[in-house]
């Protein structure tokens, strides 16, 4: 499967962006798809997961109650809906897939899309 992620940009704090990470050559929904965050001098981390099968979702505390991991089958589609975004939240968000979860390990991540920057700046 390829990935593409896209939805990025620069946003006052407080606001709001959706990621998009969109699949082509296999269906998304046979995978369990996360989204990942990298900044600068630091490792990337696994923020939030949709699971293969019944699509159960997880979420790390930092963006808990903030963020929302969805899936679009018609569109073959997983999405990242931030909200009350924090200058904390800058970085480089990747999004990745695997056969049944997302391992907390990116090394062990099978399928990464490109990243896509989102800058949290007044």
């Known amino acids: 499967v390829q990935l593409q992620a896209s939805g990025g940009g620069l946003v006052q704090p407080g606001g709001s962006l959706r990621l998009s990470c969109g699949a082509s050559?296999?269906?998304?929904?046979?995978?369990?798809v996360g989204w990942f965050r990298q900044a600068p001098g630091r490792r990337r981390e696994r923020i939030s997961c949709?699971?293969?099968?019944?699509?159960?979702?997880y979420s790390t505390d930092s963006v808990k109650g903030r963020f929302t991991i969805s899936s679009d089958n018609a569109k073959n589609t997983v999405y990242l809906q931030m909200n009350s975004l924090e200058p904390e939240d800058t970085a480089v968000y990747y999004c990745?897939?695997?056969?049944?979860?997302?391992?907390?390990?990116?090394?062990?991540?099978?399928?990464w899309g490109q990243g896509t920057q989102v800058t949290v700046s007044s």
């Open positions: 949709i699971a293969s099968g019944d699509r159960s979702t």
């Open positions: 050559g296999d269906t998304l929904d046979d995978y369990a």
């Open positions: 990745a897939a695997n056969s049944i979860w997302c391992p907390a390990n990116e090394k062990l991540v099978d399928h």
